[in-house]
């Protein structure tokens, strides 16, 4: 039998918090433990190998601190770790617990947007790489193109700061004119890195009328709300008192700092670690 628990969010670093506040803004009423595992951030950039020991690492420590169901807010975690400790660890570990990623959630409604049936995916180098999203997509939308470009410097634009500044411009621009040449045809581009709605604005700015950028936060928190409603039993033992508390691996002072970037209010931040 499971003790209600929150609902664990993990995001390597800061950038899964704006899947958070979707989620808050749509389902208040539970609890939710954010984990950063900023220390060791970013994974973009990881092996297949090392992402899958750092988020299970995540996935445990969430789990013996009582939730029952992890969303992975991580497209990198999601790309290379989700399926290997649903189908392999999960059984051994914890069989009634549950764990979540981002990418499904998006290729589910990715259809219903494309008028084109052309579609872009702005990722790391990891989550392009993995070759997730397509494999993903085409499983419900098989007519539909999927080409993806690797964005390496975005995050380090977000974390850093440095979205509003000009030099953003010139690696925005650079990305989206490589994956607009690959195929004119692209109508829709997924923002698959929970860091990159920060940089809406300025990818708005270099992208043709009839192109539209899709950040997954709505799409992840109406997903979550549609599968409570549908596993009455898992819903069950997610505790309801609309309250958030936030870890990281890394200084909490400097977890609060940037988190200001993501989050429109001040937030308290313990420390702790994964091995």
Known sequence: MLKPGAIGVFDSGYGGLTVLSEIQSLIPQYDYFYLGDNSRAPYGTRSFDVVYEFTLQAVEKLFDMGCNLIILACNT????????????????????????????????????????????????????????????????????????????????????????????????????????????????????????????????????????????????????KDYLARHPEMDAVCTKGGKTRYFTTESPQKFSEAASIFLSKDIEVERITLE
């Open 77 to 224: 975690a999601s790309a290379k770790a989700l399926r290997t400790i649903q189908q392999l660890d999960i059984p051994r570990i914890h069989p009634d617990k549950r764990v979540l990623g981002v990418i499904r959630p998006t290729a589910e409604i990715i259809g219903s947007v494309t008028k084109s049936r052309h579609v872009g995916i702005l990722g790391t180098t990891g989550t392009i790489q993995s070759e997730s999203y397509p494999i993903e997509i085409h499983k419900l939308s098989p007519d539909i193109s999927v080409i993806g470009e690797a964005c390496p410097m975005w995050v380090h634009l977000v974390e850093n700061r440095e979205y509003d500044d000009d030099g953003a411009d010139y690696f925005i621009k650079k990305n989206l004119n490589n994956i607009l040449s690959k195929d004119p045809l692209i109508d829709t581009l997924v923002l698959g890195c929970t860091h990159y709605p920060i940089l809406l604005d300025k990818i708005n700015k270099y992208l043709p009328n009839n192109v539209t950028a899709l950040p997954q936060g709505r799409y992840i928190a109406e997903s979550l």
